[in-house]
Every structure is written in structure tokens, then in C-alpha cells.
């Protein structure tokens, strides 16, 4: 690879299908999703194969809607244990208001220096460009997002942020912006920015991480990681702020454990992280480390808007596990920087439109097969189908209309022919009528039927409907079975 830097591409929901066409005009991009997807999906099924899968996914869903038709009571729990137990709570309701919040709490430490945990919800409010702003450097600790980071780029994963990139790019990242050596010694590498990283970590005036599950019962954070750079970002520096959107509360602590087997084994394969960390509270009297102050800010960014709607209420059960964007044909091929948002895959084409707003990101509902395979992963189980289905009808007008944006409207043509088709579809006599009619008359069909026969031979209808083979077909049975009695008659 030359020593030039990449040249750094922004990416927008308003132009997914021109972004995917130039996604499946690279090989490289293709390759790499392809093959990291075929062992993430791999590892997924055998990680499993001594469990009951479905009864485990049906327990995490029932977990998690329990949770979500108790959300304002265990809001006001976890707020009250948290406090109870030193823990400083925030509300936030959206992310310029959660990014504010964290800026106060740095300029109140006279900060000027941050460590960063993983976390999707920090991404979503876009934290990092306004600390910046504000004079505060922020510095990711994950790898992955580290490597985004440097690269001037947005994860292309809710797991894994850098699975975009493979070796020798991420060596040339790390040259150009590092210095180390050019190499495909993978040890070598991660050894070299985990010696970067911890100077910063000790240096580090505030660390902010994510949330995984926030516990009402007993105000506990808990966090979910493998490189141990959560356990530095939320110990070392003196000051943690932990940031989360409000549907990540659970009921109990006993409701932590079914949740984590499933996160685990569908987000990587793995039976266990490498760590799990539960934050209660600050620093206590004769402890030796942990942070002197522990902040959460709870953001709500469009949650509540949700809350309200019994359908789209699934959407908050996620546990940013990743399966559907693994199992998904189109982000697999496409990647997760085509959908120009925080959420990619699947669970970014349901989220992102409460979120943004329909009228930015009708696109990404029709960013599907709906060949299933997203729902039939889910560990638990949201209906990702049927709500992408959803949010494709309420895009041209049609459906309940809660998501913001929403009301493109049809054409009258196109609205017109729909309802003649719903008509006839719903009247047996007049639909036999009609194929018969069409069948007959197949060849007048015209070959072009708008954008769609861009790309598509335009379909005839059958000369013989299905109706009539399968009478044909019991006909010509009855019939055989007719004569072979009279033989045997005679």
C-alpha cells in the first residue's frame, strides 16, 4: 500500500442507494464485510449448540418488555439507588442537551483531557466533535473506534467499529498517524496502540463510557467489553461519566445474567467477555482506586416518542448485540458506512427514522429483503420484518404515522392502481375474472413499468392460472384413476 493518507468519505442516509452502488463497485469492501461476517455468523451458531436457544430468547424478550412496561418506575428506581449509593444523575432530552451536560461536568474539573470508552449512544450525539469544540480533547480507547478515530471515520459496526478495514489498511493507519512499522504482525500492532493508549488513560482527566444494562434494583451499571480499556476508562481517571439512552434499564439484577448469555453469543460467539464491570459508586473511604465521582446521563433523543407507540415500542427491547446486521444480505455486502448513520443493518433501518426523522432516512427501510433472517437472530426476538414493513408504508403516506418525517405521499396513479388491486384481491369472483382476463391478454403487457423494469424484465402474467393447473391436474387424475378401474373390471 502507498504511505498516502485515505482519502476520508462522508456518508449520508439521503444517498444510501447511490453510496451502496459504490460500495458493491469495491471488491476490497466486499471481501472484507464477507469473510468477517461468515465467521462472526459461525461462531454465533455453535456458541449455542448446547442451549435452548428459543426458550433463552424468549425469556431476553420477556426480560426486556417487562422492563420496557415498567420504563418510567425503574427510571425513577435507578435514579433513586444511583443517588443512594453516590452516583450523580442527568437527564438529558437529546443528545446537544447530553452533550452539554458532560461538557459542564469537564469544565467544572477544569478538564481538558478524555478518555472514551465504547459507546453507541456518544457516537449518536456526536460527543467527541463538541468536546473538541470546547477545547477538550476526546480520545477513543477501543480499538476499533480508535482506529476510526484516526482515521477520520464513523464505525461501520455497533461491536465491531473497524471490521471495514483489514490488515495492511490497518497497519497504514497506524503508520501514517503513529509511526510504527509497516507490518502484518497483528501482535505487534495491538501491542503498539495499546502503549499509545495507556499514557492517555493515565493522563486522562474524565473518562466517559457506555451503558449495557443499568440496574434499578440496585443502581448498578453494568458494561460489557473484552479489551479491559472500559475497566481503565471508568477507574483511572477521577471523574467517569457513563451516558445511555433510558431503554437500557433492566427490573433486577437477576435479569442481568440471561441478557449477557445472549449479548455475548450473538454479538462475537464467545460464552463470556473477557470482562464484565458493574459500577455502583464512586471511590469510598479506604479504597485504593476507582474514580472520586461517578455521573449517568440518561438520554432520551426521540426514546419516549417511541414509548408511545405499541408497535414501534420493540425497537427499544435491543440489546446492541449486532446479530441482524451479520445475518443481514444487504449490509453484508454494502457495509455499515452506506447507511450514513449511527445504526447500520437491520436495527439502524428501524431505529434511525425515530431517531433522524423519516424524511431523512426513508430510504434505509426499504434497505432489506425481508428475507427474515434479521428476526429469526434477534436474541430478543424484535420483529425487525414486520416494523421495517411498517416504516416503508408510513414513508408513502400510509400506516399510523408516529415516526417524525413521516407523510411522503404516492402518487394518485400509484395510490389508485393499489387500491384497485386491494379491491380486487379482496373479492374471490372479480380476482378469477381479472387473471382470467390478464392471462389472455399477456402480450399486450408493456415492457417497461416505470423505475422498477430499470433493472428487472417486466413480469407477464400466466397464461393458465394456478386455479385452473391444479383443476386441470385433479381432472386428469380422476380420470386416469377411471380407467385403470375399468381395466381391472374387465
Keep these: 500500500m502507498s504511505g498516502q493518507n485515505p482519502v476520508v468519505q462522508t456518508y449520508s442516509p439521503r444517498e444510501f442507494h447511490r453510496q451502496a452502488h459504490d460500495a458493491l463497485g469495491n471488491p476490497q469492501i466486499r471481501a472484507n464485510f464477507r469473510k468477517a461476517m461468515d465467521g462472526l455468523m459461525a461462531k454465533r451458531s455453535e456458541s449455542f449448540d448446547d442451549w435452548d436457544l428459543e426458550t433463552l430468547r424468549e425469556l431476553g424478550a420477556n426480560i426486556r418488555l417487562r422492563a420496557l412496561a415498567k420504563l418510567p418506575d425503574l427510571l425513577e428506581r435507578l435514579e433513586a439507588n444511583c443517588e443512594a449509593n453516590g452516583i450523580k444523575v442527568h437527564w438529558a432530552e437529546d443528545g446537544e442537551q447530553a452533550c452539554r451536560i458532560i461538557r459542564e461536568i469537564c469544565e467544572s474539573h477544569d478538564a481538558r483531557s478524555v478518555i472514551k470508552g465504547k459507546s453507541m449512544v456518544s457516537e449518536e450525539m456526536h460527543l467527541n466533535a463538541h468536546l473538541e469544540e470546547a477545547g477538550i480533547e ?8 480508535y482506529l476510526v478515530q484516526l482515521n477520520q471515520q464513523t464505525p461501520s459496526h455497533i461491536i465491531m467499529p473497524a471490521i471495514h478495514l483489514n490488515t495492511d489498511e490497518i497497519s497504514e493507519i497506524l503508520h501514517d498517524k503513529t509511526g510504527t512499522e509497516r507490518t502484518r504482525d497483528v501482535d505487534y500492532m495491538t501491542a503498539a496502540a495499546r502503549a499509545q493508549l495507556r499514557e492517555r488513560f493515565m493522563a486522562a482527566d474524565v473518562g466517559v463510557s457506555g451503558v449495557n444494562f443499568a440496574v434499578a434494583e440496585t443502581g448498578t451499571l453494568c458494561l460489557v467489553e473484552n479489551e479491559g480499556n472500559g475497566r481503565m476508562t471508568t477507574t483511572v481517571p477521577p471523574v467517569h461519566v457513563a451516558v445511555t439512552g433510558i431503554e437500557k434499564v433492566v427490573e433486577h439484577l437477576r435479569d ?12 462475537t460467539g464467545q460464552h463470556v467477555t473477557t470482562y464484565f464491570n458493574m459500577i455502583s459508586s464512586p471511590r469510598k473511604d479506604g479504597e485504593h482506586d476507582g474514580p472520586r465521582e461517578v455521573h449517568l446521563v440518561l438520554v432520551d433523543s426521540g426514546r419516549s416518542r417511541i414509548y408511545q407507540d405499541d408497535e414501534l415500542l420493540d425497537t427499544l427491547r435491543c440489546i446492541r448485540c449486532g446479530a441482524c446486521m451479520n445475518h443481514c444480505p444487504v449490509y453484508t ?5 452506506t447507511y450514513g448513520t449511527t445504526y447500520p443493518g437491520p436495527i439502524g433501518s428501524i431505529l434511525s427514522p425515530h431517531l433522524m426523522g423519516l424524511d431523512d432516512t426513508k430510504d434505509l427501510p426499504t434497505a432489506s429483503s425481508l428475507c427474515g433472517a434479521c428476526g429469526e437472530v434477534c436474541p430478543v426476538k424484535i420483529p425487525i420484518p414486520d416494523l421495517l414493513v411498517r416504516l416503508r408504508r408510513e414513508s408513502v403516506g400510509e400506516g399510523r404515522g408516529n415516526v417524525a418525517g413521516a407523510g411522503v405521499k404516492r402518487t394518485r396513479k400509484e395510490a389508485a392502481a393499489w387500491k384497485g388491486f386491494q379491491w380486487l384481491a379482496t373479492h374471490p369472483f372479480a380476482w378469477r375474472a381479472g387473471t382470467s382476463v390478464a392471462g389472455k391478454l399477456r402480450a399486450l403487457t408493456p ?8 433493472y428487472r424484465t417486466a413480469p407477464k402474467p400466466a397464461g393458465t392460472t394456478l386455479h385452473a393447473l391444479v383443476k386441470r391436474h385433479q381432472a386428469n387424475r380422476s380420470e386416469q384413476a377411471g380407467k385403470s378401474h375399468e381395466e381391472e373390471r374387465r
Design 333 to 337: 455486502r454494502v457495509g455499515g458506512h
Design 447 to 454: 415492457g417497461k413499468l416505470g423505475a422498477w423494469t430499470d
Design 138 to 145: 476526546a480520545l477513543e480507547s477501543d480499538l476499533g473506534e
Design 256 to 267: 442481568v445474567p440471561p441478557l449477557y448469555s445472549l449479548l455475548t453469543r450473538s454479538a
